[in-house]
């Protein structure tokens, strides 16, 4: 049973940073494609940041130069610092996996609040 956790979440100023973290359990996590989503009230859920298996990287272009996608496999985690916060980014954010373009598991989400 492949699972994913998130955590990290919370209220953060305008301006200011939070690490929201993803951890990963019940396969190999090394050969995971990984991505993180975000769905703010009243809107569809939207791609922020991916993560490939080689460590290849892409950004939606709302969060790019702010928000960095790494990740540590000896960890079996994902990791999305966010810089630069605005109100804005406020959402509940979703890791989630995927293999050869098959989709894997989603996490239970975690709740960032921007606000002054």
């Known amino acids: 049973q492949v699972q994913l956790v998130e955590s990290g979440g919370g209220l953060v100023q305008p301006g200011g940073s939070l690490r929201l973290s993803c951890a990963a359990s019940?396969?190999?996590?090394?050969?995971?494609?990984m991505g993180w989503y975000r769905q703010a009230p009243g809107k569809q859920r939207e791609l922020v940041a991916t993560?490939?298996?080689?460590?290849?990287?892409n950004y939606s272009d709302s969060v790019k130069g702010r928000f960095t996608i790494s990740r540590d496999n000896a960890k079996n985690t994902v990791y999305l610092q966010m810089n630069s916060l605005k109100p804005e980014d406020t959402a509940v954010y979703y890791c989630?996996?995927?293999?050869?373009?098959?989709?894997?598991?989603w996490g239970q989400g975690t709740l960032v609040t921007v606000s002054s």
């Open positions: 989630h996996a995927e293999y050869m373009l098959l989709p894997g598991p």
């Open positions: 019940g396969s190999i996590f090394s050969i995971w494609n």
């Open positions: 993560i490939t298996s080689g460590g290849s990287t």
